[in-house]
């Protein structure tokens, strides 16, 4: 366990690149800045975004055609590192004063050819980028909490999970509506899967859409908070849940779930790819 200041170098952000079958490519962003690993984690070198010093990275993202472009960006206070090079250089972009934190990012399908991204803040809503994140703006008509927690895309419709509910967007992410889920509740993740959102809650579980509408997933386990959620499609679609200190799985939507075992003495706190990463800042795979 690495250290700062006398307090655990704690794990703030992890992702695993779209090609990762290939690649092996890791990044995790911890309290001492960002860690790139080149093979599925079984290693790890600290990399070197500012020049001025070391700052925690707290959201990262691929681009979705990463095999070629070799494009990810990382969130640091300030503003947002973007590489173009898998991690090799970095170059920087400066959020609008005073800088939000950010808590998620969220890249567009069809980043290749619109550019756009978004970033979810603890204080300034949704912050949008449609230049390949060289700068970035807020777009927060009608997001009456601008406390987001998570971001996901499903088809057209961005959607942001705050502080008090749940919020979608039409346009872009220029203007928004609340999407009332069945109870008023945080919602702390978001992830689509088959057209299907699902929106993970404080208080109440997960929910799902269905019909227009929502229902709520039930199952044991599922009562706790839902840290986060990780969909994948294809023959062997699948949905991970964070349920507290759990990470429960389904793989027929929702249907039916069970429990994967972790290390008693750690506590899980991100999913990327097929790897779990822990309070501690240990990164292993599952």
């Not at 050819?113 to 230049?131: H, N, W």
């Not at 998570?150 to 992410?173: D, I, K, P, Q, W």
């Not at 999407?179 to 057209?195: F, I, M, R, W, Y």
């Amino acid at each position: 366990m690495m250290t700062i200041d006398s307090q655990p170098d704690l794990l703030l952000a992890l992702a695993a690149s779209p090609d990762f079958k290939k690649d092996k490519l890791l990044f995790a962003g911890r309290r001492s800045g960002l860690y790139r690993s080149t093979d599925a984690g079984k290693s790890w070198a600290a990399q070197s975004i500012i020049a001025s010093g070391t700052l925690s990275v707290t959201a990262l993202a691929f681009s979705p055609n990463f095999a070629k472009d070799q494009i990810v960006f990382a969130a640091l206070p300030g503003g947002m590192a973007y590489s173009r090079d898998a991690g090799n250089h970095w170059l920087w972009a400066q959020f609008p004063t005073p800088a939000p934190y950010v808590s998620a990012l969220t890249i567009s399908p069809s980043f290749e050819e619109d550019k756009t991204l978004f970033a979810a803040t603890l204080e300034d809503g949704v912050l949008r980028s449609t230049d390949g994140g060289a700068s970035w703006q807020a777009w927060n008509f009608g997001l009456l909490d601008k406390q987001a927690l998570c971001l996901t895309l499903n088809g057209e419709a961005v959607y942001a999970g705050t502080s008090t509910g749940l919020f979608r967007s039409h346009n872009g992410g220029r203007s928004w509506r609340e999407a009332a889920l069945p109870v008023e509740d945080s919602v702390l993740s978001l992830a689509a899967l088959g057209g299907r959102l699902f929106a993970g809650t404080e208080s109440h579980g997960l929910f799902a859409s269905a019909g227009g509408g929502w229902k709520q997933v039930k199952a044991k386990g599922l009562e706790k908070p839902i840290n986060q959620i990780q969909a994948e499609a294809g023959k062997e679609a699948f949905i991970r849940i964070l349920a507290g200190d759990a990470l429960m799985e389904s793989k027929d939507e929702g249907k039916t779930w069970r429990k994967i075992q972790l290390p008693p003495e750690e506590a899980p706190v991100l999913l990327a790819s097929l790897f779990v990463g822990f309070i501690s800042g240990q990164v292993a795979a599952r």
